[in-house]
């Protein structure tokens, strides 16, 4: 699926969300995006959450 596609989907779901749920519902939706982001972000190894979270000061 091409990044157009995707975004385009995206902003359909986003749209539904936002008349279904009115504001709340669109935050949700854009809160949940976001962490299912981060999370498939992780799988694929684009970036390291655990580095964010580790102490920087070395003992």
């Given at each position: 699926?091409?990044v157009?596609?995707?975004?385009?989907l995206?902003?359909?779901?986003?749209?539904?969300a936002?008349?279904?749920?009115?504001?709340?519902?669109?935050l949700?939706?854009?809160?949940?995006g976001g962490i299912?982001?981060?999370v498939?972000?992780q799988i694929?190894?684009?970036?390291?959450?655990g580095?964010?979270?580790r102490s920087?000061?070395?003992?």
């Amino acid at each position: 699926m091409s990044v157009s596609t995707t975004g385009l989907l995206t902003g359909l779901l986003l749209a539904i969300a936002a008349i279904l749920g009115g504001f709340w519902g669109f935050l949700l939706a854009v809160a949940l995006g976001g962490i299912g982001w981060l999370v498939a972000a992780q799988i694929e190894g684009r970036i390291d959450l655990g580095a964010a979270f580790r102490s920087r000061r070395h003992v």
